[in-house]
């Protein structure tokens, strides 16, 4: 994911989260998405799926593809644990994990990327986003309320604003990630004003909860024009 892909800092990456089975991780990679997003079990939010089928997906497609795992798990041995029963290339760490978690998590598990998802409430996202990139290989930018009885980590389908965001991604040294509330009809906007290295969309690109390869198809495009 963040190997040689780098260097060709052109090309917005795009990454499909919520994947439900083995036929929308196949129908996603089809039509050009360069990462799989996997949801385990989360306090609120759509896409969670057993931890069994996490596993049958990651048997399923190659593994040169990416795969991000995402968990709302704080503690690095817990991470680890789930991450030994369902090993992804990437883990999507969606609520605040603590810097000394991150160093013990990167101590566990050396070949593993580390995403930090960081919610963009308002303009502190900056601080924490400057915070806590040093620990990890890049940052996601998404549009959930930790700061909720019942936490929101992900999935609101509601955008942010993109302009907090264009300030992360001048401010960290990590590749920069975007998610919230993207579509078709706006995500090259979002794209022109972030410059972000990556998309990540989920609710954007599904009608009745299911991948729907026509608004995949203009998603894509849309990223890719």
Known sequence: MLGSGTLDTMRTRIKVCCIAGTDE????????????????????????????????????????????LLTALQS??????????CPSTGLQLVDAVAPRELVQLRELLP????????????????DH???????????????GNPLLAVKELGGTGRTHDWEVS???R?????????????????????????RPYGVDVCSGVRSTGRLDLHLLDAFVSAVRA
């Open 25 to 68: 991780a196949e129908l996603a990679l089809s039509r050009g998405a360069d990462v799989l997003g996997l949801v385990s079990a989360m306090p609120s939010g759509p896409g969670p799926i057993p931890d069994s089928v996490i596993a049958d997906i990651l048997g399923h497609v190659d593994r040169s593809v990416d795969t991000f």
């Open 76 to 85: 690095a041995v817990a991470i680890a644990e789930l991450h030994r029963r």
């Open 111 to 126: 070949e593993t990327q580390l995403i930090q998802v960081v919610h963009v409430l308002g303009p502190e996202a900056v």
């Open 129 to 143: 986003a400057v915070a806590c990139a040093p620990f990890v290989d890049a940052v996601l930018l998404d549009s």
């Open 166 to 168: 264009r300030r992360i």
């Open 170 to 194: 001048e401010s960290i040294d990590r590749p920069l990630f975007l998610a919230g509330g993207l579509n078709p009809k706006n995500v090259r906007e979002a794209i022109d004003l972030v």
